[in-house]
């Protein structure tokens, strides 16, 4: 990567002997102490040591010999780069980097990185080096440029075959998605045949009477959206599910939404047909309102009345999207290497990390290298959803396999490349490149973190630690739990994981003071005393929906109330009295109004107010009593004010308490 510059080659070697100071120079070239290292480039070495010792005693001789020597003429880097290795790279002390940007306004450390192409480029100037930014690392690191898509675009015609379609099922809660899928895993002809239970693992193929389709087991809009937010798509007909009892929902509503902008297709199952109030019509009429006239009323989106309970309507379902699967024309190379998406992954007792994969193109088989985001693999074993061991698996098809070197996040892709070595190699560099990403984010954000710690100041801190089933619900938890908006409350995650509820976890909380959720796992049984012990906040939930909105609760709670004064009466101060024992009692008339000595008192001198505080007693005559109606003379002690006069007026108000929104 360095190239080196003509002044740093040595003149021409002259024929003949060497003469005795070219002997000489030699000779202290090749003292090892002498050269320059990261001591010298941290400016760590004293004076009278190393670096300045090679000088050369004579004038002449210690320029030329520093610049011959010491200092590349252009070096190529990529960004970010710290302020450490540029100076490295450039064979020059950090110090004198570090100087020279502070000529230019820009105040940093030895560890800060430098991702400005420009202010890199100008340091290179001062100090003579041209630098060149290389890219090339990272266009080894996205492998290859193209989509899935656009590789499937460019395959000669010839080497595509057909597909089954990907489904995923969404909707509002409760209206049967996760049962719809079920009807159609039992329905399914290949797990009849092999009497085998399906597993979950994300996704199933599910074969019909009219071809094969792969449905996504995980519905869900976070699921959808998390793996949508990092670019992948893996569906391509959604199934909007629809109770006919009750019709159009929010969460019908924002789905809707997701598949239009996602461009996707939608089959309207309209189910729960085997309940009273089931009313199609009314869902024709939502549909219609919204521009999805369905076909019933002559339109495009079809619709299917079907009933998860009883069976009806779940053969017309899969005939619907094998019919809506042939339009889409859906087609792969099957010959090309493997390339698709993490559906989940979870770390598996005994066999280490794995995933699902849905492969999108080409074909996975047993001993494939993979580089997942920043995970790789060779892959070990591949297993159906019947927990079948493959020798390899085709577009389309959704596999669990083993073998991964960590867990990838659920959306991030995956290809298969030549060797376990280079995806392991390409891997190391993605994570290395992440980690520079974070510093980058982590110096440059400096600034606003000084400001979002005022800030912080103001909110309050809801400590979470979140456990999982898989990795997919994980993130979309954390996903929707970000998205809760408030100006009042900041989330923060204190740790995360897959898995039950341990002891760790627990100590975790205590220690935070967090709220753990967990989601589809248990508590270790163990650990129960601990927790109660120590009243650790355990919340179980098994729909992100309902987790999210005790997270609003609790989040809600944590906000101090709100303190509201209404003015409930006045008096006027019309004589006082010392009491020897008690002080100064105020003797009034209520003008407006019912006082009460519950209330708190304000004084008013003409528009000063002169006190604040607690009614001490309140008198009715000689009565103490509790209350005193407008019209009527009372005594009113203040609690530690004695300088009331007359011509005061007294203000009374009820303090209320009242819970803040989020
Ligand atoms: P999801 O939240 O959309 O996944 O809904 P579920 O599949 O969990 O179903 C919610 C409730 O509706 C459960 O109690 C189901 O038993 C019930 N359910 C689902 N489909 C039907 C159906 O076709 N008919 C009736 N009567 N109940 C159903």
């Known amino acids: 990567m360095t190239e080196t510059g003509s002044r740093r080659s040595l003149p021409p070697a002259k024929k003949g002997p060497p003469t005795k100071d070219e002997e000489k120079k030699k000779r202290r070239l090749n003292e090892p102490s002498k050269h320059f290292d990261s001591r010298d480039r941290h400016g760590l070495r004293d004076d009278e040591e190393g670096f300045h010792r090679r ?94 898509l656009e590789e499937i675009a460019g395959t000669d015609p010839s080497q595509l075959v057909l597909r089954p379609p990907v489904v995923t099922f969404m909707g509002h809660v409760d209206h049967g998605k996760t049962s719809l899928i079920d009807a159609l895993r039992k329905s399914n002809l290949a797990s009849k045949e092999a009497g085998a239970i ?3 693992i994300g996704a199933f193929s599910c074969q019909t009477p009219n071809g094969d389709i792969t449905i996504l087991d995980t519905p869900g809009h976070e699921a959808f959206t998390t793996i949508r937010s990092r670019g992948a798509s893996v569906t391509d007909i959604v199934v909007l599910v629809v109770a006919g009892d009750e019709g159009f929902k929010v969460q019908t509503e924002e789905a809707i939404r997701i598949a239009k902008e996602a461009k996707l297709p939608m089959i309207f199952a309209i189910n729960k047909m085997d309940k009273e109030g089931f009313d199609p019509e009314k869902v024709y009429r939502q549909m219609s309102d919204r521009d999805l006239l369905p076909e019933a009323w002559g339109g ?57 994969l849905l492969i999108q193109n080409g074909t996975l088989r047993i001993s494939d290298a993979i580089v997942f985001g920043e995970a790789y693999a060779r892959v070990k074993t591949i297993q159906d959803e019947h927990g079948k061991q493959l020798k390899s698996a085709g577009p389309s098809h959704a596999v669990r396999v083993t073998g991964l070197s960590d867990v990838p996040s659920s959306g991030s892709d995956f ?65 929707s739990l970000l998205k809760i908006p408030t100006q009042k409350v900041l ?38 005393s601990f927790i109660r012990t120590h009243k650790i906040s355990i919340h179980h939930h098994d729909v992100i929906y309902h987790l999210v909105d005790d997270a609003k609760e609790l989040m809600t709670q944590l906000l101090d109330k709100l303190r509201v004064e209404n003015e409930m009466a006045e008096i006027e101060v019309r004589a006082t009295f010392k009491a020897s024992n008690l002080g100064v009692i105020a003797g009034c008339m209520v003008t407006s109004g019912t006082a009460k000595r519950s209330h708190i008192a304000k004084v008013y001198r003409g528009t000063e107010l002169v006190f604040e505080g607690e009614i001490q007693s309140l008198k009715r005559v000689k009565e103490d009593v509790k209350e005193v109606q407008k019209g009527l003379e009372c005594g009113v002690l203040l609690k530690g004010f004695n300088d009331v006069q007359v011509g005061d007026v007294i203000k009374t108000f009820e303090v209320q308490y009242i819970q803040q929104e989020l």
Request: proline share 2%; glycine share 6%; aromatic share 4%.
């Open 491 to 528: 989330i923060q995650f204190v740790s995360e994981g897959l898995g039950m509820i341990t002891l760790t976890d627990a100590e975790l909380a205590m220690t935070s003071n967090a709220v753990i959720f967990g989601f589809h796992t248990k508590t270790d049984k163990t650990i129960e």
């Open 55 to 148: 000088k050369f005693k004579s004038h002449t001789h210690k320029s030329h010999f520093e610049e011959e020597i010491l200092r590349p003429k252009s070096i190529a880097v990529t960004l970010p780069i710290s302020v450490k290795d540029l100076a490295s790279e450039m064979k020059l002390k950090a110090v004198d980097v570090i100087s020279k940007l502070l000529t230019h306004g820009i105040k940093c450390m030895l560890n800060d990185p430098l991702d400005d192409e420009v202010v890199v480029q100008l340091v290179g100037q001062d100090f003579g080096c041209e630098i060149t930014i290389d890219t090339s690392k990272q266009d080894r690191l996205d492998i290859t440029g193209k989509s899935i």
């Open 198 to 200: 399906t597993q979950h």
């Open 300 to 356: 495009e989106i079809p619709t299917v009345n079907c009933s998860a309970l009883n069976g009806q309507g779940i053969s017309e379902l899969s005939e619907l999207l094998a019919l809506q699967s042939e339009i889409l024309e859906l087609k792969a190379n099957p010959e090309s290497r493997a390339r698709g998406t993490v559906l989940e992954s979870q770390i598996i007792k005994g066999l280490g990390p794995s995933a699902t």
């Open 415 to 479: 290809i298969v490349v030549k060797s376990e070595k280079e995806a392991r190699k390409i891997t190391e560099q993605r994570e290395a490149e992440s980690r520079k990403n974070r510093l980058r984010k982590q110096s440059f954000n400096l600034g606003s973190m000084l400001q979002a710690n005022a800030a912080r100041q103001e909110k309050k801190i809801f400590n979470v630690i979140v456990k999982a089933d898989v990795q997919g619900s994980l993130e979309a938890i954390k996903d």
